[in-house]
């Protein structure tokens, strides 16, 4: 994390120091409704205090809960994952799926969210086959950072580059894994009310978008399905972003790290009709950090600091989605990489050895029977008897 908490503050200091070099054109700020986006409320993002259409026309009724809707066409409770960011520490929640699966308990999901590389696991999650597994094997114990991304040089970021580095080698991946065939076995779940979600953060209105995948894939758009993986995926500075429709996206991790489907809707919803489902929240980072003497120089204060701050909007988006999880009376279960784990300091290494210490370290962790905690951890930030208040509310 470190390193990379070094190259992004080396990206602020050059584009300050680039800043009259180059002049990029200008852009116009796109008023193109989202025609597969809402908020994560389930609201229009250009209209924000109006319930979105898109969402209407999921759940048939205008401000229904979706996983009441989802309940009902089901007939039982259901089994919710979300997947978090976290880059190369995407390999923690590749493994840890897998070994899901061989301890025969992963359930079949009704809905997944993902967001960054939760979001380039997520297709192959929500499609859960044993061939989809062998995929997400492969995409998390044999890349390299050349498989990701290449570094743009001093031309080309005089020459006006928007980031450090250049993501077509992560496009090429994503159409590799991302294809045709995936496309119309997302729209066949769909058709059997199953849901795929994706979030990106849209740069322009500040806003987190949260896509639905499977209406993409119903529309057969195998572009903009893999664009939207690309966007959730840019992460901001290093990674350029992604422009859609004239909006620009970065990495969803910008805003929020997690992305938990069902949390939307007008009103609060009414109690489970089925009883209790499940939330499943992977978190692809440690929840929890061991303190470390900080050098008091400019670079390590200000890179630490970036750092503290990604890590508290993890946190907040965490505690928001065990309260969102227990007011749609549901069970909540989080995992996240133990501290043991040696993953390194820097989440864009892609380094090999790293990944396969993460893949192993969840695959192995998946096959305990309690590998799973019932509630966020607690830093600090929230007193102890409010999550407990949250806990006996529903």
């Known amino acids: 994390m470190r390193q990379t908490k070094f190259v992004v503050l080396s990206a602020f200091l ?26 994560p409320n389930g609201f229009d993002p250009l209209n924000p205090t109006q319930p979105s259409a ?20 089901h007939g039982r409770p259901l089994n919710l994952l979300s997947l978090s960011g976290g880059g190369q520490n995407g390999a923690f929640g590749a493994g840890f799926l897998i070994g899901w699966r061989e301890s025969g308990r992963r359930p079949q999901f009704d809905a997944v969210g993902g967001v960054s590389t939760g979001a380039l696991l997520a297709t192959h999650a929500f499609l859960g086959t044993p061939a989809d597994d062998m995929r997400l094997e492969e995409m998390y114990t044999k890349v390299t950072k050349d498989d990701i991304y290449r570094d743009n040089g001093i031309i080309d970021i005089l020459s006006g580059a928007d980031s450090l580095r250049n993501t077509a080698p992560l496009r090429a991946l994503i159409a590799k894994y991302i294809t045709a065939e995936e496309l119309k076995r997302v729209a066949a779940a769909f058709a059997e009310n199953r849901l795929l979600v994706v979030g990106t953060t849209n740069i322009d209105y500040g806003q987190t ?31 350029p972003p992604v422009e859609i429709d004239g909006h620009l996206f970065v990495d969803g991790a910008a805003r929020s790290n997690v992305v938990v489907p069902g949390m939307g809707g007008t009103q609060k919803p009414n109690p489970p009709i089925h009883g209790p489902g499940n939330v499943y929240l992977i978190d692809n980072g440690r929840s929890k950090h061991p303190p470390e003497a900080l050098r008091r120089a400019l670079g390590e204060v200000a890179a630490t600091t970036i750092g503290v701050m990604m890590d508290q909007s993890m946190q907040t988006a965490l505690t928001r989605s065990y309260f969102g999880t227990k007011f749609l009376g549901y069970t909540f279960n989080m995992v996240a990489i133990p501290d043991d784990v040696e993953i390194g300091k820097d989440p864009l290494a892609f380094d090999p050895k790293q990944m396969r210490a993460a893949f192993d370290k969840g695959r192995a962790l998946a096959m305990q029977p309690d590998s799973w905690s019932t509630a966020p ?18």
Not at 18 to 28: H, I, Q
Not at 56 to 69: C, E, F
Not at 213 to 223: E, R, T
């Open 54 to 73: 898109l969402y209407a026309a999921v759940t048939s009724t205008p401000g229904d809960n979706i996983v009441r809707y989802l309940e009902r066409k």
């Open 14 to 39: 050059t584009v300050l120091l680039l800043a009259g070099c180059t002049s990029p054109p200008e852009r116009v700020l796109s008023e193109k409704a989202p025609s597969y986006a809402t908020l």
């Open 209 to 239: 978008w949260v896509w639905n995948m499977s209406l993409i894939a119903k529309a057969g758009d195998l572009k903009l399905y893999r664009k939207v993986l690309l966007a959730s995926a840019s992460f901001p500075i290093v990674f």
């Open 377 to 394: 951890p607690n830093v600090g930030d929230i007193p102890s008897w409010a999550l407990e208040a949250i806990k006996l509310a529903n």
